[in-house]
C-alpha cells in the first residue's frame, strides 16, 4: 500500500489543473451532499468519525468534509494528486485534519495508514468509521480486491458510502471523451454487480442508490473533443452512491 503508483501517468499530468475544471466541483459537492444524507452522523456527531477517503485526488471531497469529520486520511495513487493537495493544505486557513498519502490502497496494516492527522501519534492497526470514494471505482481493476480490502480498514460497525457514475448501457461511455480514456478501466459502476461484490466482500445493509444526476458536457462524436460553449453536446448522467456496513 505504501507504494506510490509511479505508473499512473494521466493522473500525474492532470494533477495541477485538475482544480480548474468546474464540473469535478460540481461533482463533488453533489457527493458529500449525498454523504452527509446517507451518513447522518456526521451532521448529528460531528467532529467524531474518522474517515479514509481512497482516491481523493487533489482533496476536493476532503476539504468539503473535513468540517464534519474528527480526522481525515486521503489517499491517491497519483504523487502528483498528492503534492497538489499538500500545497492546498500547506495554506494557513486550511483544514488541520486531513493527512494525504501517496498509495494504491491494497494492505490495510500498512503502517502508513496508522498516522493519526490530529494527534499525529502513529496507532498500530488503527482503523477507520467510514470509508469514502467518489469518481474512484470506475478506476480500478479489482473492484473485488478493493472491497475487501476497504472492508478490512474499517472498525466493526463503521460503513462505506462510495460514490461514481452508473454504467446505464452504452452511451455511458461518453463520460470520458476519448483523449481521457487512459486508467478508465469501466464506463461506470453497475446497480446490482455492485450490491452483489459489496455482500461478497462481507458487508451488510448494502444498498446501491441513485445520489444525484450531473448533466456534463460530452464529444459530439467520439475523438471530437468537448465543446464547452454553449453549442456544445450535453448529456444527464446519473451517479451511484454504494452504501454497506462492516457488522459488529
Ligand atoms: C477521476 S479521479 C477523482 C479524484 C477525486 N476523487 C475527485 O473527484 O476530484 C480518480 C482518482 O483515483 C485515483 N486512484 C485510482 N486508483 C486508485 C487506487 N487503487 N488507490 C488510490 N487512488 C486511486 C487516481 O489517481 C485519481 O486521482
Known amino acids: 500500500m505504501s507504494t506510490p503508483n509511479i505508473g499512473n501517468?494521466?493522473?500525474?499530468?492532470?494533477?495541477?489543473?485538475?482544480d480548474q475544471n468546474p464540473t469535478v466541483h460540481k461533482a463533488s459537492a453533489l457527493a458529500v451532499e449525498a454523504i452527509l444524507s446517507h451518513v447522518p452522523t456526521l451532521k448529528t456527531?460531528?467532529?467524531?468519525?474518522?474517515?479514509?477517503?481512497?482516491?481523493?485526488?487533489?482533496?476536493?471531497?476532503?476539504?468539503?468534509?473535513?468540517?464534519y469529520v474528527r480526522s481525515l486520511t486521503a489517499v491517491d495513487a497519483a504523487q502528483g494528486m498528492i503534492d497538489a493537495l499538500a500545497v492546498k493544505l500547506s495554506y494557513d486557513s486550511?483544514?488541520?485534519?486531513i493527512h494525504?498519502?501517496?498509495?494504491?490502497?491494497?494492505?490495510?496494516?500498512?503502517?502508513?495508514?496508522?498516522?493519526?492527522?490530529l494527534t499525529k501519534a502513529?496507532?498500530?492497526?488503527?482503523?477507520?468509521?467510514?470509508?469514502?470514494?467518489?469518481?474512484?471505482?470506475?478506476?480500478?481493476?479489482?473492484?473485488?480486491?478493493?472491497?475487501?480490502?476497504?472492508h478490512r480498514c474499517l472498525r466493526e460497525g463503521g460503513r462505506v458510502a462510495l460514490s461514481d457514475f452508473e454504467d446505464f448501457g452504452p452511451e455511458a461511455e461518453r463520460f470520458h471523451p476519448q483523449a481521457r480514456m487512459e486508467g478508465?478501466?469501466?464506463?461506470?459502476?453497475?446497480?446490482?454487480?455492485?450490491?452483489?461484490?459489496?455482500?461478497?466482500?462481507?458487508?451488510?445493509?448494502?444498498?446501491?442508490?441513485?445520489?444525484?444526476?450531473?448533466?456534463?458536457?460530452?464529444?459530439?462524436?467520439?475523438g471530437a473533443g468537448v465543446v464547452k460553449d454553449e453549442g456544445g453536446t450535453k448529456m444527464v448522467f446519473p451517479f451511484l452512491i454504494c452504501l454497506g456496513v462492516k457488522s459488529r
Open 9 to 18: 501517468e494521466r493522473f500525474n499530468a492532470e494533477a495541477a489543473s485538475w
Open 184 to 222: 478508465v478501466v469501466r464506463h461506470g459502476i453497475k446497480r446490482t454487480e455492485m450490491a452483489e461484490l459489496m455482500r461478497d466482500a462481507g458487508f451488510v445493509d448494502v444498498r446501491v442508490e441513485t445520489a444525484f444526476e450531473m448533466e456534463k458536457g460530452v464529444e459530439k462524436t467520439p
Open 122 to 150: 502513529s496507532i498500530p492497526g488503527r482503523r477507520f468509521d467510514l470509508i469514502i470514494s467518489h469518481l474512484v471505482l470506475h478506476h480500478i481493476p479489482s473492484l473485488p480486491a478493493i472491497l475487501r480490502t476497504m
Open 94 to 97: 486550511s483544514p488541520q485534519n
Open 100 to 117: 494525504p498519502i501517496a498509495a494504491s490502497l491494497s494492505d490495510p496494516n500498512d503502517p502508513v495508514l496508522f498516522l493519526d492527522p
Open 45 to 67: 456527531q460531528p467532529n467524531t468519525i474518522d474517515v479514509l477517503e481512497i482516491g481523493c485526488g487533489t482533496g476536493l471531497l476532503s476539504f468539503l468534509l473535513a468540517p
